[in-house]
């Protein structure tokens, strides 16, 4: 495939002031007008986004040492334990984790109304932490016990990071069963009530980047509304998910692994969220930005929710024990529109993954670039693949 | 069996008085307590659900307004806080009159107060807390 241009020249459209942004929205509108080579020609750079609620995150803390010295060995932050197995005052506080004194589903549904994602969001919005610090004490380490609040000015590095983000696709839930359902993936009612799902689809920063041709180790990024890089493929990458004709993964396919300041980021973009009956979540907010270096990486780009199908999972059973039936396929475009028929029924559609903010997040990292704040940077290492050979001229399948 | 959410008023001089034990006590009255504030001149109010037999619960109403304390019937109301939502959509398969429903292409949620029942179920159901319950005395 021929190349259109190289990052080093895009960064110098950057600073030149020349570059051409479109959002990954945008881009699917020009290239239905333009056609590809014409498209490819002209844009410079996609930017994608997504708000959701992602589970596998957290950030590292170091405490900054007190005198005399203490090897904190059980830290709470807000009641909530942060993990101190690091050195003396390097933490980790889960977004999922809740206070010992949550009485989590013990009282069913539980509320689980604080978690470690709602420390990182009261951190960040400046808001006092109580910390509470235990430890056995060493000859170099005696102090013995810490109590004091403290805001995030007071902690020496906090720097985000989160093994697990951006699904490349996600299942549909629903619920089969007579009773309602208390999930990760909201309430879902009796008898087919509801189908909740969760991406930001066409504007979702892997599923414009099919086959991680652009994305890798080291690429920068939007995070939690500053910047922050891909530091590794997510847990449970799996590029050899069942693909359309397009590419495009059937479900849950390629995770990133991301890593930023915390301190540059965002309560706008970072939040605390309780799901009844399950648990702590954090929406995160990522942007990434896609070079167009030729055609096939515009194509990617202009994939549309039309040609986007996620797996449709009952969460009262297949989901639980782990069988891998699904009850069809609907595209994203169907999911949005409110409604979508399963087994004959009309069933209301909930997106969890707030479209808006993406749409906001795409938006904003477009204008970083444009105004030249935001440079683009060459993968280090590209992240595991799939071999796949590409038919753009077919559409998937519809169910 | 009587169950009713009421909003209680009561004077400085009533705030030391242990009636909500009486009432379970004295009346086998169950009153839980959904929101109680004292203000700064000492003059409370709360808002109880209280739950009795039929004639317990008249006795337990005479009770409370022989010692000063006003009764009024509950009006609540659900907010909807704008700026705490993120626009995940959860409310709007759960909110059983679409009072918290989704504009669509746009993907956006709004609140239409005339069409909310006060069944609260959006509150538990929204990740974010983005709704909140008012309680509102009737006059
Ligand atoms: S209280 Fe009930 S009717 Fe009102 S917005 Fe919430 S769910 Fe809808
Ligand atoms: S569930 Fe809460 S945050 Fe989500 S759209 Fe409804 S009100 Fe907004």
Same mark, same amino acid.
């Given at each position: *495939?021929?190349?259109?241009?190289?990052?080093?020249?895009?960064?110098?459209?950057?600073?030149?002031?020349?570059?051409?942004?479109?959002?990954?929205?945008?881009?699917?509108? *020009?290239?239905?007008?333009?056609?590809?080579?014409?498209?490819?020609?002209?844009?410079?750079?996609?930017?994608?986004?997504?708000?959701?609620?992602?589970?596998?995150?957290?950030?590292?803390?170091?405490?900054?040492?007190?005198?005399?010295?203490?090897?904190?060995?059980?830290?709470?932050?807000?009641?909530?334990?942060?993990?101190?197995?690091?050195?003396?005052?390097?933490?980790?506080?889960?977004?999922?984790?809740?206070?010992?004194?949550?009485?989590?589903?013990?009282?069913?549904?539980?509320?689980?109304?604080?978690?470690?994602?709602?420390?990182?969001?009261?951190?960040?919005?400046?808001?006092?932490?109580?910390?509470?610090?235990?430890?056995?004490?060493?000859?170099?380490?005696?102090?013995?016990?810490?109590?004091?609040?403290?805001?995030?000015?007071?902690?020496?590095?906090?720097?985000?990071?989160?093994?697990?983000?951006?699904?490349?696709?996600?299942?549909?839930?629903?619920?089969?069963?007579?009773?309602?359902?208390?999930?990760?993936?909201?309430?879902?009612?009796?008898?087919?009530?509801?189908?909740?799902?969760?991406?930001?689809?066409?504007?979702?920063?892997?599923?414009?980047?099919?086959?991680?041709?652009?994305?890798?180790?080291?690429?920068?990024?939007?995070?939690?509304?500053?910047?922050?890089?891909?530091?590794?493929?997510?847990?449970?990458?799996?590029?050899?998910?069942?693909?359309?004709?397009?590419?495009?993964?059937?479900?849950?396919?390629?995770?990133?692994?991301?890593?930023?300041?915390?301190?540059?980021?965002?309560?706008?973009?970072?939040?605390?969220?309780?799901?009844?009956?399950?648990?702590?979540?954090?929406?995160?907010?990522?942007?990434?930005?896609?070079?167009?270096?030729?055609?096939?990486?515009?194509?990617?780009?202009?994939?549309?929710?039309?040609?986007?199908?996620?797996?449709?999972?009952?969460?009262?059973?297949?989901?639980?024990?782990?069988?891998?039936?699904?009850?069809?396929?609907?595209?994203?475009?169907?999911?949005?529109?409110?409604?979508?028929?399963?087994?004959?029924?009309?069933?209301?559609?909930?997106?969890?993954?707030?479209?808006?903010?993406?749409?906001?997040?795409?938006?904003?990292?477009?204008?970083?670039?444009?105004?030249?704040?935001?440079?683009?940077?060459?993968?280090?290492?590209?992240?595991?693949?799939?071999?796949?050979?590409?038919?753009?001229?077919?559409?998937?399948?519809?169910? | 069996?009587?169950?009713?959410?009421?909003?209680?008023?009561?004077?400085?001089?009533?705030?030391?008085?242990?009636?909500?034990?009486?009432?379970?006590?004295?009346?086998?009255?169950?009153?839980?307590?959904?929101?109680?504030?004292?203000?700064?001149?000492?003059?409370?109010?709360?808002?109880?659900?209280?739950?009795?037999?039929?004639?317990?619960?008249?006795?337990?109403?005479?009770?409370?307004?022989?010692?000063?304390?006003?009764?009024?019937?509950?009006?609540?109301?659900?907010?909807?806080?704008?700026?705490?939502?993120?626009?995940?959509?959860?409310?709007?398969?759960?909110?059983?009159?679409?009072?918290?429903?989704?504009?669509?292409?746009? *993907?956006?949620?709004?609140?239409?107060?005339?069409?909310?029942?006060?069944?609260?179920?959006?509150?538990?159901?929204?990740?974010?807390?983005?709704?909140?319950?008012?309680?509102?005395?009737?006059?």
């Amino acid at each position: *495939m021929k190349q259109l241009r190289t990052i080093k020249e895009i960064n110098e459209k950057i600073a030149k002031g020349k570059v051409v942004v479109a959002t990954a929205e945008e881009i699917v509108s *020009m290239v239905a007008e333009k056609g590809v080579e014409k498209t490819a020609r002209q844009v410079d750079v996609v930017t994608t986004g997504t708000f959701g609620p992602m589970c596998s995150s957290g950030a590292f803390l170091n405490l900054g040492h007190t005198t005399p010295r203490m090897r904190m060995s059980k830290v709470y932050l807000n009641g909530v334990n942060a993990y101190a197995g690091i050195a003396a005052v390097d933490v980790y506080l889960g977004a999922t984790e809740i206070p010992e004194t949550d009485p989590a589903n013990s009282v069913f549904p539980g509320a689980f109304n604080y978690g470690g994602a709602h420390v990182i969001e009261d951190l960040l919005s400046g808001k006092k932490v109580l910390l509470e610090a235990t430890s056995y004490g060493t000859n170099c380490y005696p102090l013995q016990k810490l109590e004091k609040w403290i805001t995030l000015d007071d902690i020496k590095d906090a720097y985000l990071f989160n093994p697990r983000n951006c699904y490349q696709n996600y299942n549909v839930a629903v619920n089969l069963s007579d009773r309602t359902i208390y999930t990760y993936m909201g309430i879902l009612k009796p008898h087919l009530g509801n189908a909740n799902y969760c991406s930001a689809g066409q504007l979702s920063p892997l599923l414009n980047d099919l086959l991680y041709r652009t994305i890798g180790v080291g690429t920068k990024i939007f995070l939690g509304g500053g910047v922050g890089y891909v530091a590794w493929h997510g847990t449970q990458h799996n590029p050899h998910a069942p693909r359309t004709e397009g590419g495009v993964p059937r479900g849950g396919a390629g995770t990133l692994a991301l890593i930023g300041d915390l301190k540059q980021m965002s309560p706008k973009y970072l939040r605390g969220v309780s799901f009844l009956g399950y648990g702590v979540s954090m929406q995160v907010g990522v942007g990434v930005p896609i070079p167009i270096l030729d055609e096939e990486i515009l194509q990617f780009t202009a994939v549309s929710d039309e040609e986007i199908l996620a797996p449709i999972v009952d969460y009262s059973e297949a989901y639980p024990q782990g069988t891998e039936e699904i009850l069809g396929e609907v595209s994203y475009a169907e999911l949005k529109s409110g409604t979508i028929v399963i087994r004959g029924k009309e069933v209301p559609t909930a997106p969890l993954s707030s479209y808006p903010k993406a749409k906001e997040i795409a938006e904003t990292l477009k204008q970083w670039i444009l105004k030249g704040e935001f440079t683009l940077t060459e993968p280090v290492a590209a992240l595991p693949s799939a071999e796949f050979a590409v038919n753009f001229a077919r559409q998937p399948e519809k169910e | 069996m009587i169950k009713r959410k009421v909003v209680l008023r009561f004077p400085a001089a009533v705030v030391e008085l242990p009636f909500i034990y009486t009432l379970a006590r004295e009346f086998d009255v169950v009153a839980n307590i959904l929101k109680a504030n004292i203000n700064p001149r000492k003059e409370g109010s709360m808002v109880v659900e209280l739950s009795a037999e039929d004639e317990k619960y008249e006795a337990a109403v005479n009770y409370l307004q022989s010692r000063g304390i006003v009764i009024l019937p509950l009006e609540q109301q659900i907010i909807w806080v704008e700026d705490r939502c993120t626009q995940c959509g959860a409310c709007t398969v759960i909110c059983p009159t679409n009072a918290l429903w989704m504009k669509r292409p746009e *993907m956006t949620v709004s609140f239409c107060s005339e069409k909310c029942v006060v069944c609260e179920q959006c509150l538990k159901a929204c990740p974010a807390r983005a709704v909140e319950a008012l309680y509102l005395a009737g006059e």
